[in-house]
């Protein structure tokens, strides 16, 4: 079965530089999630999208944006770099209905170092 | 805002033998979700079980069951006949049920089975 692709699955940045991580969804699925996980922490939410807007909102840092585009795949923007912004980036997906359209297919996240 | 608590930073059973990990939760709301999630040194994301707060019967998946007590706001998962592949970071999760609402996770407990 498909799962939620992200990219890249790994990235190393430098301070005050921009990163992007890109999240597809498993097909049929309009709902896409960030979460944001630290060392040794739960994951955090950040933002989510559904049917391209925003439905729900996190602790997410005024430096960060992200989007849901038209094929429902998702972007998360993330500007002037910080040490403290290296961590994994989950992106999650659910469906529009259904008996699962509460659940959560997580992706394999996207593992962010900050140099 | 909702909380999720898991009082258990670390737990260790035998193979073989059952476990029981614990979480409880805080919220005013009569209809949510709650989730078990296993986070292996992958750092994948795997949905153990799933239990809506509407229905008073206790979830089960093979091996896994919880233990749902809706007035005490408590929610744990039972693992019986834990083997090897068991060992990882079990992190217990609450969702409302309005669509595109963010997961809120526990703290997460470390298990560790031993042979």
């Known amino acids: 079965a498909a799962g939620v692709i992200q990219s890249p699955r790994h990235l190393i940045k430098e301070k005050r530089e921009t990163a992007t991580l890109k999240c597809y969804p498993i097909p049929r699925h309009d709902t896409v999630y960030w979460y944001q996980q630290g060392p040794g922490q739960d994951p955090q939410f950040l933002i989510s999208f559904y049917e391209k807007m925003q439905s729900d909102k996190g602790s997410i840092p005024d430096r960060f944006s992200a989007q849901q585009f038209s094929d429902y795949h998702s972007e998360l923007n993330m500007s002037s770099l910080e040490l403290g912004d290296s961590a994994l980036y989950f992106c999650a997906s659910s469906p529009v209905g259904g008996a699962v359209y509460n659940e959560q297919f997580f992706g394999p996240g996207t593992r962010l170092t900050v140099l | 805002a909702q909380t999720v608590t898991q009082s258990q930073p670390e737990m260790s059973v035998q193979e073989a033998e059952t476990v029981t990990l614990s979480c409880t939760y805080d919220?005013?709301?009569?209809?949510?979700?709650l989730f078990w999630y296993k986070q292996p040194p992958s750092r994948q994301m795997i949905l153990v079980i799933r239990q809506e707060a509407y229905k008073q019967q206790n979830a089960t998946e093979n091996r896994f069951s919880v233990n749902f007590q809706k007035a005490a706001k408590s929610f744990s998962l039972k693992i019986s006949d834990s083997q090897l592949g068991d060992a990882a970071m079990y992190f217990c999760?609450?969702?409302?049920?309005?669509?595109?609402?963010?997961?809120?996770f526990g703290e997460g407990t470390q298990l560790t089975v031993n042979p």
């Open positions: 919220t005013s709301e009569s209809d949510y979700y």
């Open positions: 999760a609450y969702k409302r049920s309005t669509s595109g609402s963010r997961l809120t």
